[in-house]
């Protein structure tokens, strides 16, 4: 596709939802898609343009739907396929588009094609995991590698009908699909794929996206936790022998019959360098991907479950990672993206600003400040909006049901036999990372359980939704919500520079409290020029060189307008963006 006439997906403003925690319409304590539909006008009024609808397929919920049973049915609590068809026809009749979650590198252990591989060596589906015999050491029975599983412990479970392990890169109830097999690569295609294009989605998230190719071989891992049974494998499955050969695989063999869709995919542990073969238009094999830099910072690699050992990076660390995702676009012909947030990170407020009660609200302006200028398809996650932010400390593990926050957890106990001081250091890494953060019912109105059910939660809702919810910030032209929708109005206004904007430049790179930055329009006549602060102090704005009395033109502050103006220096969490004309820019 040429410059000229862009995709769809890439100027489009995407939002993701996360079904369980979304809105409840049958008081059962689990959001479903009829409350989605409910919320479209809301989502329309803030300049939403996509949604990507996180598993709603039919599951055992070991991981959150991340364990797909069928996926060509809907897990009853969420609704019913004529409840999608009616979701696909609500966001059309808007002139929105709706994405699914592509969950294809592994199923649930209870889809039937692994029902029935388990039960044999010779069956249909014999083949359709990825089965190994077990070592044998000194008479005994050892699974087949020492890798180790993302969730924790081992990534092999034996099978007792085969005398054999299968793999599992997740839980043991997800055991991954064999992606060397050319029918089962078929049938994925056939029931996960085109099932749902053919109702008309537009796209989809595709999950785990780099771990389909694996080292065939399994070779042992090299020791990286010392004293330790199983090691982190990366190395052995990240971005295998296969993983192009395959995507292009099925960009000409399914998508194609679709038009112009997007594919995003999630593409964590991976250099540049490696990004780019996925996501130049040549390729044609993703449309861009998510980027896990930002959202892994402070994170062990490949620690498997040792949330524990998180830290708060600093300041030019974040820079760095934003700079690397920005600076995927530059000199190639690929695309990027923009996010904070998603259902496997802590809120972005807490990671990467402040949830300080003074600050919150003017921090979550600044984070939107920061998103909206940034190049690349934004995708917002629920909530955000609104400036939700983590749960409190004090929160026990008893609140806690994510599976990889609890193995975590349990993994800290069992090793330390029950030691407080271990299980308060565990309960901290949670509290700053841990994946049910994000999958708190959204905040509503303040209402009892905020709005979100007239049931039992699911989950526990944050103690602050009196405080933080959609209708009291509807209600206030000053609120972060109000201030979303300005600024996903101004991005499409100044898309050029906005979403499409090329020679990104951070000025401060090594100074921890502010980041200021600047883009160019393409055309090369008009520049943006973004100052941030992310201190509770006041601080000295870093102009590029030469430029400090320049002509400029504010664009947008996260000052209460009307009440406060921009000065000589940047107050806590201000966020400003100065718009310069080709005039100025001439003797630059
Ligand atoms: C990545 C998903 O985002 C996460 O929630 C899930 O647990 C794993 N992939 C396994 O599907």
């Known amino acids: 596709m040429s410059a000229s006439k862009p995709n769809w997906w890439k100027a489009s403003t995407c939002y993701q939802i996360w079904p369980a925690s979304y809105k409840d319409t049958n008081g059962d304590g689990i959001g479903d898609i009829p409350g989605i539909i409910s919320t479209l006008p809301y989502l329309k009024d803030l300049g939403v343009e996509t949604i990507w609808l996180s598993p709603m397929y039919d599951s055992p919920q070991k991981d959150m739907g991340y364990d797909i049973s069928n996926y060509e049915d809907v897990y009853p609590p969420y609704g019913t396929v004529a409840d999608m068809d009616r979701l696909i026809k609500e966001c059309h009749d808007r002139g929105m588009k709706l994405i699914l979650d592509l969950v294809i590198n592994h199923t649930s252990d209870q889809h039937a094609w692994f029902q029935e591989s388990r039960k044999s060596k010779t069956n249909e589906y014999a083949d359709w995991y990825v089965w190994r015999d077990p070592k044998i050491i000194n008479g005994k029975r050892h699974p087949p590698s020492n890798w180790r599983s993302i969730f924790g412990g081992s990534a092999w479970e034996y099978c007792e009908e085969r005398d054999q392990y299968y793999l599992h890169l997740f839980v043991k109830e997800q055991p991954d699909l064999n992606w060397e097999n050319e029918e089962a690569r078929k049938a994925i295609y056939k029931s996960a794929i085109e099932f749902w294009l053919n109702k008309g989605i537009d796209g989809f998230r595709v999950d785990a996206c780099n771990l ?95 949330k524990h050992h998180t830290v708060r990076h600093t300041l030019p660390q974040f820079k760095e990672a934003i700079r690397k995702v920005q600076h995927l676009i530059r000199g190639t012909d690929a695309w990027t993206t923009v996010f904070l947030e998603n259902h496997d990170q802590g809120r972005s407020l807490s990671r990467f600003a402040t949830d300080k009660p003074q600050w919150r609200e003017k921090a979550a302006k600044m984070l939107a400040v ?195 103006e921009v000065g000589r220096y940047l107050t806590p969490w201000e966020a400003r963006v100065y718009l310069v004309r080709e005039t100025v820019l001439n003797g630059y």
């Open 212 to 306: 389909y190719s694996k080292d065939v071989l399994f070779p042992d891992a090299v020791t990286r936790l010392h004293g330790e049974e199983f090691q982190p494998a990366e190395d052995h499955y990240i971005n295998g022998p296969r993983m192009h050969e395959w995507l292009r695989e099925q960009r000409q063999q399914v998508l194609d019959k679709y038009g112009d869709i997007l594919m995003v995919g999630e593409l964590p542990f991976t250099e540049a360098a490696e990004v780019l073969k996925y996501v130049s238009a040549e390729a044609r094999e993703l449309s861009c991907v998510f980027d896990f830099d930002v959202v892994m910072l402070g994170t062990p690699n490949g620690g498997g479950g040792k």
């Open 370 to 564: 920061l998103m909206c200028t940034l190049t690349g398809t934004l995708f917002l996650y629920q909530g955000q909006e609104i400036g939700m932010y983590n749960h409190p400390e004090h929160w026990g593990v008893e609140e806690l049901r994510d599976i990889d926050s609890l193995n975590a957890y349990n993994d800290v106990k069992t090793r330390h036999k029950d030691d407080p001081l271990w299980l308060k250091k565990a309960m901290k890494g949670l509290q700053l990372v841990g994946r049910d953060n994000a999958r708190l019912p959204v905040q509503w109105d303040a209402s009892a359980n905020a709005g979100f059910t007239t049931g039992k939660p699911w989950i526990r809702v944050h103690d602050d939704y009196e405080a933080v919810n959609v209708a009291a910030q509807r209600a206030d032209p000053h609120s972060p919500l109000a201030f979303w929708k300005k600024m996903i109005a101004l991005r499409k206004q100044h898309a050029e520079l906005m979403v499409f904007g090329t020679d990104f430049e951070v000025w401060d790179f090594f100074d921890q409290d502010v980041f200021t930055f600047t883009k160019a329009h393409p055309d090369g006549h008009h520049k943006l020029f973004v100052f941030l602060n992310f201190s509770d102090d006041l601080q000295p704005l870093h102009y590029p060189h030469g430029l400090e009395g320049m002509k400029k033109e504010l664009l947008v502050s996260n000052l209460r307008q009307g009440e406060e």
